[in-house]
């Protein structure tokens, strides 16, 4: 399995959060993980950060946020330059599919954790 370097944006230290479950899931299947969600806290050993931080070679960010918190990020998500952003669901934004399809980043409307499931992530 390659090992996908992901961004988990909209992390969180609660254990009922899909962000929570998806840092787990990620870890257990080998991934590098970085995190940015409101709240520092920790995850399976992988430090929520509550500023964005720099990033390089990102294979994908998976969205925890819902479209209005996303606009504070559209510039660092595209300047990222991730091979895919995943949308959860909750997390769709017409307005972000285009601004990444214009920079050639890929849109994928998923759930990360039923890829993750289904090996197809």
């Known amino acids: 399995m390659k090992n996908k370097k992901t961004l988990v944006l909209g992390a969180s230290s609660k254990p009922d959060r899909y962000a929570y479950k998806a840092i787990k899931m990620l870890v ?8 940015i969600g409101q709240n520092a806290g920790e995850v399976e050993g992988i430090k929520i950060q509550t500023k964005a931080i720099p990033l390089k070679n990102v294979d994908t960010i998976t969205l925890y946020l819902n479209p209005a918190r996303q606009r504070d990020y559209y510039n660092y998500i595209v300047e990222a330059k991730p091979k895919r952003v995943v949308f959860n669901p909750g997390t769709e934004n017409p307005e972000l ?16 954790l039923v890829l993750l499931t289904i090996n197809q992530y």
């Open 28 to 35: 257990e299947k080998g991934h590098s993980v970085l995190a």
């Open 97 to 112: 599919y285009q601004l990444l399809e214009l920079n050639n980043i890929k849109v994928e409307v998923a759930c990360t």
